[in-house]
């Protein structure tokens, strides 16, 4: 009887607990897809992945890079997330887009690096940009039934190249660095062709073609006057007449241009516009002083102080009247002079001039020592006995 019992209990263990434990054990599905993607021998059909698993990086043009306008090449790398190179699951990536500031402007496959189906994929385009400024450049990345999965940006600077000068200008008055007066300043140009085109019969002959005719003068970048070139043989003047009178530091460009008003070339050369001086300049001998006795050398040394509330266009020396020239050299206000003084008493003047034509002068009385003539030492008579000793 006992065997019995325990024969039913298995049997309803059998009927009931087995179904149950059955009824919970998930279904395990593998599916396999062949991309159709070349595979070397050894391999099998990649595991195809969800959107968004896939890291766009575009290579070319770099971000902040500065582009001429016209053709842009373009090129994308799309690689797996995490996933190592090598291994069975499948690089998704089919069809790049690009778009510029937002708008589609081409489409490029993405092709493997590798033979496998993880290898990274590249795809290269060309866009065309010509308008100058800055532009975003995407590429969004999209498998064969078109779902995203990723995108990079860069941004790029077109500027547009500026022409190029096909004819030397040179500007020959004033000279750079010149020191002018305020008021009228004459203007001379010349154009030199660097570039001569090949010769047909509508042209002129090359000693007598140049393309400059239009000058353009500008003061500190403001257009003052506007010439015309004048041709002498292959050569091309302009002349102009400009007004500066705000004293200080200035800049004159002239740019010339061909009859369409096409730029060729330009130069700027800086002036300085001297302020007028209302007073006569101020003058001071420094050395020798009044009265000082000098003694007699080959050259003796002048120092001057000279300063002007315009500027100071000369210093002159004199000794008794006659003159001696200007100054050898000179540092700020201070003027120097090298001469030969002969002995005695001397007057010595300096004059000053400054750019307005007004002179003032200083003299001092000097008095140079005549030459100290030092008798040589006399040889000893020779050594003679001493005989007369008591």
């Known amino acids: 009887m006992k065997t019995v019992k325990i024969g039913l209990v298995f049997l309803l263990a059998l009927l009931f607990v087995v179904p149950a434990c059955a009824s919970v054990t998930p279904a395990i599905t593998a599916t396999a897809v062949w991309t159709g993607i070349p595979l070397p021998p050894h391999t099998t059909p990649g595991i195809p992945l969800p959107p968004h698993t896939?890291?766009?990086k575009i290579v070319q043009p770099h971000n902040g890079q500065h582009l001429k306008p016209g053709k842009v090449p373009v090129a994308a790398m799309a690689a797996l997330k995490h996933?190592?190179?090598g291994s069975a699951v499948e690089n998704p990536t089919a069809i790049a887009e690009v778009y510029i500031d937002g708008k589609l402007v081409a489409k490029a496959p993405f092709k493997p690096i590798f033979r496998m189906p993880s290898s990274p994929t590249v795809a290269k385009t060309e866009v065309d940009i010509k308008s100058p400024g800055v532009h975003t450049i995407t590429v969004k990345a999209f498998d064969r039934n078109h779902r995203f999965l990723g995108q990079d940006s860069v941004r790029v600077v077109v500027k547009t190249a500026p022409p190029r000068p096909i004819v030397d200008v040179?500007?020959?008055h004033p000279h750079d660095g010149q020191h002018?007066?305020?008021g009228k300043v004459p203007v001379a140009t010349m154009a030199v062709p660097k570039i001569m085109p090949i010769r047909d019969k509508s042209m002129p002959p090359y000693w007598n073609w140049n393309p400059a005719k239009i000058a353009e003068v500008y003061l500190d970048g403001k257009l003052v006057a506007k010439t015309t070139f004048k041709?002498?043989?292959?050569r091309a003047i302009a002349r102009a007449l400009i007004t500066i009178d705000k004293p200080g530091r200035h800049t004159i460009t002239v740019k010339a241009f061909d009859r369409n008003h096409r730029f060729l070339g330009q130069d700027s050369v800086r002036v300085v516009v001297e302020r007028i001086a209302d007073k006569p300049p101020v003058v001071k001998i420094l050395?020798?002083?009044d009265g000082q006795c000098l003694p007699d050398a080959r050259t003796q040394f002048i120092k001057v102080f000279?300063?002007?509330?315009g500027r100071v266009t000369k210093v002159e020396f004199f000794v008794?009247?006659?003159?001696?020239g200007p100054a050898n050299w000179h540092y700020g206000n201070c003027y120097e002079k090298l001469t030969h003084i002969s002995p005695g008493r001397h007057t010595i003047t300096a004059v000053a001039y400054d750019n307005a034509g007004h002179g003032a002068e200083d003299s001092v009385t000097v008095c140079v020592m005549p030459p100290v003539y030092v008798m040589p030492p006399q040889p000893l008579p020779p050594h003679q006995p001493i005989t007369n000793i008591y």
Do not use: N
């Open 170 to 172: 040179k500007i020959l």
């Open 231 to 234: 041709q002498v043989w292959f």
């Open 54 to 56: 896939v890291k766009v």
């Open 306 to 309: 000279a300063k002007d509330d």
């Open 180 to 182: 002018l007066k305020p």
């Open 320 to 324: 008794d009247g006659k003159s001696i």
């Open 287 to 289: 050395h020798p002083r």
């Open 83 to 85: 996933i190592p190179v």
